[in-house]
């Protein structure tokens, strides 16, 4: 965007086109500057000329010139000649020529002067003519004006919430004037810099910040005002700042822990670490989110520990691209053995709606050393001598453990253990050599301590006897030194009670003589729990100081026997204490007796050592002490030295004894140390280190100990002792063992520390120094002994709320509580205990570790509607301590019972509930759904309540159908609840989804009850409707509701072609339930390795094709599918190869049985085929499928195929089909089995019914039906004619049927099955099965059934098949019962359906004698529909009637193109009759025969399809030469010859083919005393027609038919028609007179002048009384099995309705109902143009009927009374004048 400063009158514009200027005017323009110059500096060509386009002033002053040069250059082959027409305007001028020639490849330059006078924009042009054309050049002169070029709009990248992100623009000053420049706009856009002045062409980096405080989309506007300095704010342009902000979100993984589900957190846990190693894990901080974000990395509490934070993580802050990770490194040092750290990590991150926590944790584990033995028995030695054993030091942890033994192994010790100190490696063992060298002829004992650091002293015992020559004291055994020890826990303190303990048997020695531990002798006093309780560290301390110990007198065991002080010495060691400024070559020691005996006291001596004991052993009496000098005299100067002095006191009488109780020797130790340091000599630098720097003791006030290491780690030795002169009370709280020592280079020293903390010690500790080589030199140990309070913190500053609570129910929260302190806690929750009730709290005690938080449960429970205010106690104690430093916490809970009551849409409510909880649909109805299918639904459960509800769903199944059987507890529930336990929040919904799965055809209701629950998950209130569901399982049906015919099937009716393919027991299949075993595949499956694989379904239906001639069209049936259901069907018709599986080439054995064979024979050459084979139907959709059978082979063809129905049933079609040789007689029966209509037993007329022959063959077949069967039949009923055939014998034309009239007449009331056979001239005889049943009349009921055959009628069609183009407005008109001679008219519509076709119908009437249509023939327009009256006039006699009626339909263009085609092929015939050619051969060749008759077809091949395999040749059926579906794939010779004499002949072209419609018409008459009957209310609805049909019965020649002859000229003629029609206008013009109106008046009044002869009742009734008159011939002579008592019964009631009465000629009851048919013919007109007006839209049945206005009631009554009185007058004069 380029915003641009025009100046003071003008506007800011971008981009706006210039325009050339007209000549002699100053235009001020605004330009974009930008463009200008690009324009400007951009060159263009025309007419061969380059040349810029225009050219532009910008830096110019008034009163001055300035000047640009145009340079024009031919770049075109020839030379131009140009006319220049100068600058319009005088502020440019230019000095050219007016004509200027430009040779090729030169230039030309033209200079241009601009003269401004005024401050303004100047526009002109100069103009260039060829003989080509013209073209201008433009001059521009703009005002300089300050415009700043910046970006529509700025989008920020993607930032997280409390985060800044930001981007750059460029803003470019594009003016020629120096412009400044300020920008506007608010948070949290921030822009810099904000205002700024840039020079012309400069450009600026705006830096935009973006810094959201939500997560919104953010659009504003900056603003930026440019100009002057001071008119900065007169011009301004915007950038639209965009920028999006979203929620910053963190995870924290555990890389090692993918797996494990964190309920409480993530953590990181490192196990079990060695002390003083480190450990390290990793875990990832993942970014999830689009936006980068920034994180810090810190620990949960501020507060250091006092032994200092033992994780540390080398991340503390970073940022985390979106979808990016970091990977955060965290190390574990632990410090104190067998303690459990625990630590969080925070993570936080500006923005984000939570914080996550990592949890640390990890415990330190230390070494565990055990010694092979406890005690080293070295036997007895000669003085002088040297005795050596071996012992294992073993290490079974994977720890690595540093030890030293408390031995001085430099030659001041009888014994030496090497080495002395080292480091044992984990899981393994250290051999240690110990040597024992006697230098006085006694028993040595000396228990020595081996130091483990950061473990418990272990001690070693170790013992020998010294014989000499003079002396042999008693040997010492390690039993003695476990009776000394049993005697010493007895606090035998003398020497004299051996004798008591030699009586004692408790001791125990083990095998191998070796002492055992105390706790598995069992002792029995109490007095030895002392001695059980005293723990290492402790005996440790009193061996090194005795009753130096300050802590001695609280100790709980006994004094020592000897003791000595002090225990150290120091030589040559200069203290800074004013005590002593140096220290002389000798010190006194003094040992002090503190048993009851005398003692005797040996030094062990040494050679060649500096230190010395004067005097070496004396005797020291009871309880007295004595002082020796130990003397310091180095050999060596510069030299440090240090000695552990040893002296033995012992018992010399006890020594003497032998016996199981010898006292062993006491034995105490001096250390000493020394330097031979010069004064002014600069002592060794000491090179060590000191782990830990910083010792920590537990913080409660106990008695602690800890140690340290103190590691040489240089070449020289070095010395050490403690310092107290900076701290001298630390002296008295902290002991360190040993105070001082050597050290030599490479070993170790391990000091023990202890102490008692308390609680005014500071909390950073204290300082412990050690001096280094009697020096300086010092080495700070840090000790921090420090009672700490133990200390809790409860979250939610020490309360707990619940939310309401439904009463009985229950609700959990969490709770944390968190040890603030450094000491290990155990805890213990108490509650009330009227409370427990209420809450309870899980775990309810338990262990806390430093700075550990704990998670509890906490359940609350209500158990009335009422607020509950509870405070249950925390209790603590430091777990060092058990019962002892307790603190306690009170927790406040708060909480609500609520109790409420359920809702449903029914307000069903239940007492025992707390909670409101409705469903938002009390019914649900789903409709249909598939069998074997399943839906899913949500049912909305809502909880209107405060408090949360807790459910129990169950679900009840009813089944609707009524008659159906089962047991409810054996079906199981076709519904099944995907949960049917949970929670619903207060005020919230829940959806519970349900799947449905029925599992037959049936009515479901399901009914969903529930439950509450209460705190313990068991049921608390009885079931309650919650809402009902309701759905009908439904599997898919189909239905066929109509059929035709064509091809060769075309004359077939309706009613044949619902019988021959079984159309209602189709129906019936396939509205029925499937079968489990149809469903094993639901849908179609190529399933079998055979080409015909058994099916899955019992029903089996026969579908034929009926039959037809040999290379005859094909017949062809269009059935019409309906989908009745409410849900698609997806149907299918399987050919046996759409059952197979295809297998692969070599597993094909390619052998194939006779059946494989012909099937692939029908498949190869189409025999039967189906299109479509599969498809959908919509529920109430319909589908036409076509089905044809070619007549290629002789033979009958069968075909098995399966018609399956997705999900339904699976029904085997038998697709039969008969093709006959063309001189072969055949008649098609469409099934063995015929069932008459049941007739009445004792019926005197039984009906006459009728069974169709069809001839399906090219030649007409006679027939004859066997009388011997029909014989024997009557034979076997007492000579009663049960089945009597009216028409045994006939002819059947080609592809026509026969009808054969049948009487059958039961004698008893039973079902009779009767075979007659059927004999075929020069054909095989059929035997046919008739059936039929006998009724009782008094079980048959008011009406008569009729048979199926007339019940099993076609549906209505509604709409027209493929390819049809008239539609019938019924297929088949049912009449039902009507009397014989009675006359039934229908009205039937045609209609055209096609839009472009005019079609021509005719009604085939030449078979039918009892119906009439009319009008017979017509035309129909596109769209036109045609009324026609069907006239049905039943014969004399009872009959079953099924008649079928075919209306023939040609299309008039199809018409047209057959006369146009006939035309010309008789004008070819009269020509070739009229001229004649030479006979030339060429000439022969081009004339084509004419022939009149269609000549047989000359076979063509028709070749099959390509398949996987060749068929064999098909077998034909007869002699014939012709070859149908050869393999071969050419023509032979005589086809090809066939093939060009057919070229040649031009046959009389055919007349159309017409499309049939089949109108079926049904009825059955019965005679007038059984139809008056049977049927008294029908009775007088039907109108007699005198004019008799004439009977179809050979002897109904009735003679009683004579007329007059002009009556005779009226029936059924023209003429007729016409008087019918004057009639009815002359009716209507009567009807219509005024004058006839006044007549009907006065009519009644009249006397009757003229009465007839009574001769019963009168036949002009609609209502006869009697038949017509029997036959003149009871007794046919071509029906002998015609039963004669329905003729005879015909004849009675004639007779007897007629008695009395005098006979009438025959001429006399046709003459006197002639007027009664007329009238009857003449409504019957009326009714039809009525019925057509209404059908074509003129006259509308529904109005409203018109109101007629009669005259006043005055009127009529003068007016019928003046008429009263003139017919009176008329009959008074009648009289006279007779």
Request: net charge negative.
């Amino acid at each position: 965007m380029l915003a641009e400063h025009r100046g003071p009158a003008e506007l800011l514009s971008s981009g706006e086109p210039w325009r050339t200027s007209t000549a002699g005017k100053d235009i001020k323009r605004k330009r974009d500057g930008k463009r200008q110059r690009q324009a400007s500096s951009r060159q263009s060509c025309f007419l061969g000329l380059e040349m810029r386009q225009e050219l532009v002033w910008e830096d110019w002053d008034l009163r001055r010139e300035f000047t640009k040069t145009l340079v024009l250059k031919n770049i075109h082959n020839k030379l131009q000649k140009l006319h220049v027409r100068p600058p319009a305007s005088k502020f440019f001028t230019t000095s050219v020529p007016q004509t200027v020639v430009i040779s090729p490849g030169t230039t030309f330059t033209v200079p241009i002067t601009f003269r401004p006078l005024q401050r303004c924009e100047y526009e002109d042009s100069i103009e260039f003519q060829s003989k080509d054309g013209s073209f201008q050049v433009c001059l521009h002169a703009t005002i300089p004006c300050h415009a700043l070029e910046v970006p529509d709009s700025v989008l920020l990248p993607l930032c997280a919430v409390q985060h800044s992100v930001h981007t750059t623009f460029l803003l470019r000053n594009v003016s020629k004037l120096q412009t400044h420049f300020q920008w506007e706009c608010s948070a949290p856009f921030k822009l810099s810099p904000e205002q700024g002045l840039l020079k012309p062409g400069q450009e600026c980096d705006i830096t935009v910040v973006f810094h959201p405080q939500e997560a919104l989309v953010y659009q504003q506007q900056a603003y930026c005002s440019f100009g002057e300095q001071e008119d900065k704010g007169e011009n301004c342009c915007t950038v639209l700042l965009q920028g999006l902000a979203k929620y910053p979100f963190l995870q924290l993984r555990n890389p090692a822990a993918k797996d494990e589900k964190q309920q409480s957190g993530p953590v990181l846990q490192f196990g079990s670490v060695a002390v003083g190693q480190s450990l390290q894990k990793h875990f990832e901080i993942f970014n999830p989110s689009p936006v980068t974000e920034s994180f810090s990395l810190s620990r949960l509490s501020d507060e250091v520990p006092l032994l200092g934070s033992e994780f540390s993580c080398d991340v503390s802050r970073g940022e985390v691209a979106p979808g990016g990770s970091i990977q955060a490194t965290v190390t574990y040092t632990p410090a104190v053995v067998d303690t459990v750290s625990v630590d969080y990590l925070a993570l936080k991150c500006k923005g984000a709606l939570n914080n996550t926590q990592l949890k640390l944790t990890g415990n330190c584990k230390g070494p565990k050393v055990s010694l092979s033995s406890s005690v080293v028995d070295f036997g007895c030695v000669e003085e002088g001598g040297a005795v050596m054993q071996t012992l294992e030091l073993l290490n079974s942890s994977p720890v690595e453990a540093i030890y030293q033994l408390d031995l001085d192994c430099s030659g001041h010790s009888v014994f030496s253990i090497q080495p002395a100190c080292g480091t044992v490696r984990p899981h393994s063992h250290t051999t240690l050599k110990a040597v024992y060298r006697p230098t006085w002829p006694i028993a040595h004992h000396r228990r020595v301590a081996c130091l483990i650091l950061h473990r418990d002293p272990m001690f070693l015992d170790l013992i020998g006897t010294c014989h000499s020559e003079l002396q042999k004291p008693a040997i010492l055994k390690p039993e003695h030194l476990v009776l000394y020890k049993l005697s010493w826990s007895r606090r035998m303190d003398t020497p004299d009670s051996h004798h008591a303990a030699e009586q004692d048997h408790d001791a125990q020695l083990d095998q191998q003589g070796v002492l055992c531990p105390l706790e598995e002798q069992s002792p029995q006093r109490p007095d030895s729990d002392a001695t059980v309780s005293r723990t290492p560290m402790e005996e440790y301390y009193q061996s090194c100081f005795g009753f130096m110990d300050p802590l001695s007198c609280n100790s709980s065991s006994s004094p020592p026997h000897v003791s000595v002080v002090p225990t150290e010495l120091l030589f040559n060691h200069k203290m800074p204490s004013s005590l002593s400024t140096a220290s002389p070559s000798s010190q006194s020691v003094s040992i002090t007796n503190h048993t009851r005996g005398k003692l005797s006291l040996v030094w062990t001596p040494a050679q060649d050592s500096p230190f010395s004991v004067s005097p070496s052993s004396c005797d020291l009496a009871p309880l007295k002490s004595t002082s020796f000098r130990v003397n310091y005299d180095p050999k060596q100067l510069h030299t440090l030295h240090a000695v552990q002095l040893e002296c033995f006191a012992y018992n010399k009488d006890s020594f003497q004894i032998e016996g199981p109780l010898l006292c062993p020797p006491w034995c105490v130790t001096v250390r000493v140390i020394g330097n031979s340091f010069q004064p002014g000599k600069e002592h060794f630098i000491p090179c060590c280190s000191l782990k830990p720097p910083r010792v920590v003791f537990p913080a409660f006030s106990v008695l602690s100990y800890r140690t340290a290491l103190l590691q040489n780690c240089g070449d020289l030795p070095l010395t050490f002792c403690l310092d107290h002169s900076s701290n001298p009370a630390l002296a008295e709280s902290l002991s360190v063992v040993p105070g001082c020592g050597l050290i030599h280079p490479g070993h170790h020293q391990i000091l023990t520390l202890r102490t008692t903390p308390a609680e005014e010690g500071p909390k950073q500790g204290f300082s412990l120094h050690l001096q280094l080589n009697a020096a300086k030199h010092t080495k700070e140990l840090t000790v921090v002994s420090v009672v700490e309070k133990p200390s809790v913190s409860l979250e939610g500053d020490g309360s707990l709320y619940f939310h309401p609570t439904a009463v009985g129910s229950g609700t959990q929260r969490s709770h944390h509580i968190r040890n603030l302190s450094c000491i290990p806690l155990q805890f213990h929750w108490s509650i009330p205990e009227p409370d427990q009730e209420l809450i309870s709290v899980e775990p309810d005690a338990g262990e806390l570790h430093p700075n550990e938080s704990s998670v509890q449960i906490w359940s609350f429970s209500p158990l009335a509607e009422e607020t509950y205010t509870l405070k249950p106690t925390l209790t603590f104690w430091p777990m060092q301590t058990p019962g002892c430093n307790m603190s306690q916490l009170t927790l406040k809970v708060v909480g609500e019972g609520s109790k409420g009551f359920i809702e449903v849409r029914l307000k069903l409510v239940c007492m025992f509930v707390s909670s409101v909880f409705q469903a938002e649909k009390t019914v649900l109805d789903l409709g249909e759904i598939l069998v074997g299918s399943y839906r899913s639904i949500e049912v909305p459960l809502v909880n209107k309540s405060p408090c949360p509800v807790s459910f129990c769903l169950s679900v009840q199944q009813t089944l609707l159908d009524e008659g159906l059987i089962y047991d409810p507890a054996s079906v199981p529930s076709a519904l099944k609840l995907d949960r049917e336990r949970g929670t619903i929040a207060s005020r919230s919904k829940l959806l519970v989804r349900s799947t449905l799965r029925p599992r037959g055809r049936a009515q479901y209701l399901w009914t969903i009850n529930y439950q509450t629950l209460n705190a313990s998950g068991c049921v608390s209130s009885p079931p309650q409707t919650l809402c009902e569901v309701r759905a009908k399982g439904v599997f898919p049906i189909l239905k066929v509701i109509d059929a035709c015919g064509s091809g060769s099937a075309g004359r077939l009716s309706k009613l044949h072609l619902w019988k021959l393919f079984s159309l209602d027991s189709l129906n019936e299949q396939l509205l029925s339930n499937p079968s489990p075993a149809e469903l094993t595949y639901g849908t179609p499956t190529r399933h079998s390795l055979r080409s015909c694989p058994s099916v899955f379904t019992h029903a089996v239906l026969d579908f034929k094709f009926s039959a037809a001639p040999l290379n005859s069209d094909p017949s062809t049936f269009v059935l019409i599918f309906h989908n009745p259901g409410s849900i698609p069907v997806d149907w299918a018709f399987l050919f046996p190869e759409d059952q197979e599986i295809e297998l692969e080439y070599w597993a094909e054995t390619g052998e194939f049985s006779s059946m494989e064979l012909y099937q692939m024979k029908v498949q190869d050459n189409r025999l039967f085929s189906i299109s479509p084979r599969s498809g959908t139907l919509l529920p109430g959709q319909q589908r036409a499928v076509h089905f044809s059978y070619s007549h290629e082979f002789a033979g009958t063809d069968r075909f098995p195929v399966v018609f399956k129905l997705s999900y339904g049933r699976e029904i085997l079609l038998n697709f039969q089909g008969v093709t006959v040789e063309r001189n072969r007689p055949y008649l098609h029966l469409v099934s063995k089995r015929h069932v008459f209509t049941s007739v009445n037993i004792g019926d005197c007329a039984p009906p006459r019914q009728v069974y169709e022959l069809h001839n399906g063959g090219a030649v007409p077949v006679r027939y004859e039906v066997d009388s011997a069967a029909l014989s024997q039949l009557q034979e076997d009923n007492f000579n009663h004619p049960v089945l009597c055939c009216l028409s045994p014998h006939g002819e059947v034309l080609p592809g026509k049927t026969a009808t054969l009239e049948w009487i059958f007449s039961p004698l008893e009331a039973k079902m009779y099955h009767m075979d007659v056979p059927i004999h075929v001239q020069d054909g095989e005889p059929m035997l046919q099965r008739f059936e039929g049943c006998g009724v009782n009349p008094g079980a048959v009921g008011s009406k008569n059934v009729l048979s199926d055959t007339i019940s099993s009628k076609p549906y209505l069609q509604k709409l027209p098949f493929p390819g049809q183009v008239v539609l019938l407005s019924e297929d088949s008109v049912s009449l039902g019962d009507i009397p014989v001679n009675s006359r039934s008219s229908r009205i039937l519509f045609l209609t055209n359906v096609s839009q472009t076709d005019t079609v021509h119908y005719t009604w085939d009437m030449t078979e039918q004698q009892v119906v009439r249509i009319h009008p017979e023939r017509g035309s129909l327009c596109p769209g036109e529909s045609a009324l026609c009256v069907l006239n049905f006039t039943s014969t004399d006699y009872p009959t079953c009637y099924q008649l079928d009626v075919i209306c023939q339909v040609i299309k008039e263009a199809e018409l047209t193109l057959y006369h146009d085609a006939l035309q010309r092929w008789e004008e070819e015939k009269q020509r070739q009759q009229d001229e004649f050619s030479i006979t030339d051969k060429r000439l022969n060749d081009g004339q084509r025969v004419l022939i009149d008759e269609e000549l047989v077809a000359t076979p063509v091949r028709k070749g099959p399809p390509l398949r996987k395999y060749k068929t064999l040749p098909p077998i034909s059926a007869s002699n014939s030469s012709e070859t149908v579906g050869n393999i071969c794939t050419k023509f032979t010779r005589a086809e090809r010859r066939a093939l060009r004499e057919a070229a040649k002949v031009w046959r009389c072209p055919e007349p159309p083919q017409p499309a049939l419609l089949h109108l079926g018409v049904t009825a059955h008459s019965h005679g007038l005393f059984e139809y008056h009957t049977h049927f008294p209310e029908q009775f007088n609805k039907h109108y007699r027609c005198l004019q008799l049909v004439r009977s179809q019965q050979p002897e109904a020649t009735s003679s009683s038919t004579s007329l007059p002859a002009e009556l005779r000229s009226l029936k059924h003629s023209p003429g007729r028609d016409i008087v019918t029609h004057v009639l009815t206008s002359t009716l209507w013009s009567i009807l219509d007179d005024p004058s006839f109106k006044e007549s009907l008046i006065n009519l009644p009044f009249k006397p009757i002048t003229y009465r007839l002869p009574d001769t019963g009742p009168s036949h002009c009734s609609s209502i006869p009384s009697s038949t017509a008159p029997p036959p003149t011939s009871p007794h046919p002579t071509s029906q002998p099995q015609c039963p004669l008592s329905g003729r005879e019964q015909h004849h009675t009631v004639d007779e007897a309705g007629t008695a009395g009465r005098p006979e009438k000629t025959q001429n006399t009851p046709h003459i006197e109902h002639e007027a009664a048919d007329l009238c009857e013919d003449v409504l019957l007109n009326t009714l039809q143009n009525l019925m057509m007006e209404a059908f074509r839209g003129e006259l509308d049945l529904t109005a409203h009927p018109r109101s007629v206005i009669l005259p006043p009631a005055s009127t009529r009554i003068r007016r019928t009374s003046n008429a009263t009185a003139e017919v009176e007058r008329e009959n008074r004069e009648e009289p006279a004048e007779t």
